[in-house]
């Protein structure tokens, strides 16, 4: 006779011996990649004396009157780039990631503009920034053409997948009473992506803020270039004040961002 305790017991568990092994395999490989790449304990530990001492140099922060309008002429561009960017990406986002929503178009139409979307993706932004500073000169033009072409990928792939998961019944009763095809994606599409391409869209205009620095140390305008000749000049007591400028922007960044997601909820 069945014993009713042993019945209503949960089964054993089970040990997953593919995951455990490929666990240690992982941790076994990871050792051995920080051997032969010269990861070591005292390169660490000196690391952290090292990086002590240059935090203690950059204390306290330079804000004498020329500094701090040299800071403002570099964050000014970076601000400028990013806006500009992120207008230009969003804008070009919109077509492209309805081409390339694979529920509302053709394969001979999707495929092309997914793969466009993959090469804006493909590369850092730093490294597209080197491309286009070689191409149009040293400059805020090439920063706006490289995150522009990475507010493209991002936006442009998101808002793809955000069509592709939208309920298809609201479309079909749209064509079904005879409207042309801009009031099908007015109406049937973009009612239901709207709140999450607002939330794509004010996370990029962050993310290019942040990429504008980074941009900047290539040559491509903004206060990146400022912080590399501060790198340069060893003028850490600026690099500081430039740091906190950002951090600065940054913060009121986040909340307007989160103000303007409350209009969209």
């Known amino acids: 006779m069945t014993d009713p305790a042993a019945a209503a017991r949960p089964p054993a568990f089970l040990p997953n011996w593919p995951a455990r092994l490929a666990w240690l395999a992982l941790i076994v490989y990871s050792f051995y990649a920080a051997s032969i790449l010269d990861v070591t304990w005292e390169r660490f530990l000196l690391g952290i004396e090292n990086g002590i001492r240059f935090i203690g140099r950059m204390f306290p ?58 090469l804006c993706r493909s590369f850092h932004q730093v490294i597209i920034a080197i491309i286009f500073v070689k191409a149009v000169g040293f400059g805020a033009l090439a920063g706006i053409l490289a995150l522009t072409v990475a507010s493209i990928g991002f936006i442009g792939k998101l808002f793809a997948e955000a069509i592709e998961e939208i309920s298809l019944k609201q479309v079909e009763a749209i064509r079904a009473t005879g409207a042309p095809f801009m009031s099908v994606i007015a109406y049937g599409v973009l009612p239901q992506v709207l709140t999450r391409f607002v939330g794509f869209a004010t996370y990029q205009v962050d993310s290019n803020l942040r990429n504008s620095n980074m941009v900047g140390l290539v040559g491509a305008g903004g206060i990146g270039g400022t912080m590399f000749a501060a790198f340069q000049r060893f003028d850490f007591d600026f690099l500081l004040t430039i740091l906190l400028a950002i951090i600065a922007v940054i913060m009121v960044s986040e909340a307007l961002q989160n103000q303007i997601k409350k209009l969209y909820q």
């Open 61 to 118: 922060p330079d804000t004498g009157t020329s500094k701090l309008q040299l800071l403002a002429k570099g964050l000014y561009e970076s601000i400028e780039m990013a806006i500009i960017a992120s207008a230009l990406g969003i804008v070009l986002s919109l077509p492209i990631g309805l081409l390339a929503a694979r529920n509302l178009m053709p394969a001979w139409i999707t495929w092309p503009m997914r793969l466009f979307i993959a």
